[in-house]
């Protein structure tokens, strides 16, 4: 009888399981179990459903999908691939879960209970045991149906022999996924568009173009500019949305741009570009948004207002586009979205030149950014945002080693910092501002960490805020966490002039965990994307002297010592507010031994 209910069919088969399962769970099972729950949830299932997957059976650490089509399968299984890639970022080997997929289309026979059987489920199994990790088998069968479709490197592994299956299976091998940086310029110079790909996150992904300015003055550029900061800023809020940070997009301003090239190599579905066009009194607010895959423009509209409706102006700009990308997004959220910074032009006026200010990137220019924002603070005394930025100007002066901050300008920086998170309750970036300004430059790093995570909170797709969160763990002694935010940072600003700081946290944080090989690695990169990054250069040379490689080290050190940057053993107290004495400790240690100046 049970023959009678059976079903045969064609169909394509998905199976796939975790590489090292059993390693994984010796090691912490209860952690890797939760870990295999929350990516279900999280990313395969819903990208199963999407894919109109049907899930057959699960096994432990694996599954078995049928679908529709073999394409259906394969964009699945590349996208939960490309999320793992994300999830796995700066984690260490023995803590990734790594999936290996086998894609086959054949017979197979559906009992009653829901359960396939016959050589498609078979091929499949046995093609996904020969899969690398993080890759994706497939059948000629298969590969003749997608080969057409897909935009990936493709491997012909030839003919093999799969166990149990009688004849010798051609094999493609699909290998998922990019370097986990996009090339990136030295701090200060002009950012070069790269080629690498990267993975689309499991969310709707967009990058917002800068705006051409179409006022017929070039001075009004930072006005043009900061409708796009204020876009990005609004777009950011939505949890369901992944946006690119202002810093990786503007890499594009001034240049004529393939907006498919700029899906690839910023690792988006989604592009908006436009215009602004301000007078004395009116402003027009012109938008595209375009599939990124595909170069199909899905919505576009201009938008006419007097310069006091900027606000309400970019609020419409910011609900179409969330709403053509993510039509799950509530009434509600995008509600919730809107915020008016200030009531007061001149103020948001002086606020804008100091962020354009900023952005030039000189210990000049950020002395007229701070001028700026002053400005705005006085014409707005309530205005957060402009007591963040300011603060955030004694972070960068310090980073670059522009200045050494004496007691008063701490206090200054400080007095900034709290007054940003005390008016900015409910405003991200014044609080991650605040908090990188209070734990690096005021030392106060327990509430420098509480206001980054408040900030955080509040947007998830704030890149600065990572970056601020990363290095405040880095002082604050929890390396591990610091090594996931930062990496979260760089995914979301993948061509950001602030790479090598990134690169050097995350050096750092290997290097407070005894990691000293990696911790040369990835100061090693640092260096690589900003040769004359002191910090960077101090971080390698200490690595690498605990290493037990002690002709770089002093050769690294050798660099450092001609720079005269001010990075010497006996003011690292001064520069890095570190927690733990046994991490200062180390440090020096490191320095000593590498021969960097005392």
């Known amino acids: 009888m049970a023959s009678d209910r059976a ?46 997957g049907r899930v057959v059976k699960r096994t432990g ?18 996208e939960v691939q490309s999320g793992m890639i994300e999830r796995n970022a700066g984690l260490p080997p023995e803590r990734r ?27 499949a199994a046995r093609l996904e045991s020969v899969a690398k990790p993080g890759a994706i088998c497939l059948s000629e069968d298969a590969y003749r149906q997608v080969k057409l479709r897909l935009d990936l490197p493709v491997s012909d592994l030839g003919e093999r022999r799969l166990k149990n299956i009688p004849e010798p299976m051609r094999v493609y091998l699909i290998e998922v996924g990019a370097p986990a940086l996009a090339p990136t310029p030295q701090a200060g110079a002009g950012a070069e568009t ?28 930072y006005f043009a500019d900061g409708v796009v900061e204020d876009i990005i800023t609004a777009l950011s809020r939505f949890k369901n949305l992944f946006v690119i940070a202002r810093n990786s997009s503007f890499t594009y301003k001034g240049k004529a741009v393939d907006v498919k090239e700029v899906g690839r190599e910023l690792g988006v579905r989604y592009v908006l570009e436009g215009s602004v066009r301000k007078t004395a009194s009116r402003v027009r607010i012109t938008g595209q948004l375009i599939d990124a895959a595909t170069g199909a423009h899905l919505w576009a509209d201009r938008i006419d207002g007097d310069i006091g409706d900027i606000f309400d102006l970019q609020d419409q700009v910011t609900a179409s586009v969330a709403a053509a990308v993510a039509p799950q997004i ?14 007061n ?103 420098g960490v509480a206001f980054v995570d408040r900030g955080l909170a509040l947007n998830s797709n704030n890149a600065r805020g990572w970056y601020a969160s990363g290095w405040t763990r880095v002082f604050g002694g929890a390396p591990e966490q610091a090594v996931d935010h930062l990496a979260r940072a760089m995914r979301l600003s993948p061509v950001d002039p602030l790479t090598p700081m990134m690169l050097n946290g995350i050096g750092a944080s290997y290097f407070f965990m005894g990691r000293y ?51 010497r053993v006996s003011n690292l107290k001064d520069l890095l507010p570190l927690r733990r004495p046994t991490d200062l400790a180390m440090l020096e240690e490191g320095a000593r031994l590498a021969g960097i100046a005392e």
């Open 61 to 78: 650490d694996g599954s078995i999908v049928e679908f529709r089509s073999v394409v259906d399968a394969v964009r699945c299984a590349v």
């Open 345 to 447: 032009l001149e103020a948001y006026d002086h606020y804008l030149l100091g962020i354009a200010s900023l952005y030039r990137g000189t210990k000049q220019d950020s002395d007229e950014a701070l001028k700026q924002f002053d400005l705005a603070a006085q014409r707005d005394p309530e205005f957060a945002a402009a007591y963040g930025w300011a603060a955030y100007c004694y972070v960068l002066r310090k980073a670059r080693g522009w200045q050494t901050p004496d007691a008063s300008q701490v206090a200054d920086a400080v007095r900034l910092a709290r007054s940003a998170a005390s008016l900015g309750r409910e405003d991200s970036v014044a609080l991650c501002f605040a908090g990188h300004a209070l734990a690096y430059v005021g030392h106060e790093i327990d509430d």
């Open 97 to 123: 879960i790594d999936f290996r997929v086998g894609i086959h289309i054949g017979d197979v026979v559906q009992e009653a209970d829901g359960d396939l059987m016959g050589d498609g489920v078979n091929i």
């Open 517 to 567: 090989d990696e911790a040369a690695l990835w100061t090693g990169k640092a260096i690589r994307e900003w040769p004359s990054y002191a910090g960077s250069l101090f971080f390698c040379a200490a690595s690498q002297a605990l290493a037990g490689r002690l002709t770089e080290a002093r050769e690294t050190a050798t660099r450092l010592n001609e720079l005269k940057a001010g990075w």
């Open 7 to 52: 079903e045969r069919r064609l169909a394509a088969i998905l199976v796939s399981d975790i590489v090292g399962y059993s390693r994984l769970a010796a090691a912490d099972e209860d952690r890797i179990l939760a870990r295999l729950r929350t990516l279900r949830s999280d990313l395969i299932d819903p990208t199963i459903a999407v894919h109109h």
């Open 194 to 221: 790269s080629s690498a790909r990267l993975a689309l996150p499991d969310k709707p992904s967009i990058a917002v173009l800068p705006f051409q300015n179409m006022s017929g003055d070039r001075e009004q550029d």
């Open 330 to 343: 509530e009434r509600a959220e995008i509600e919730r979205s809107k915020r008016k910074p200030t009531s």
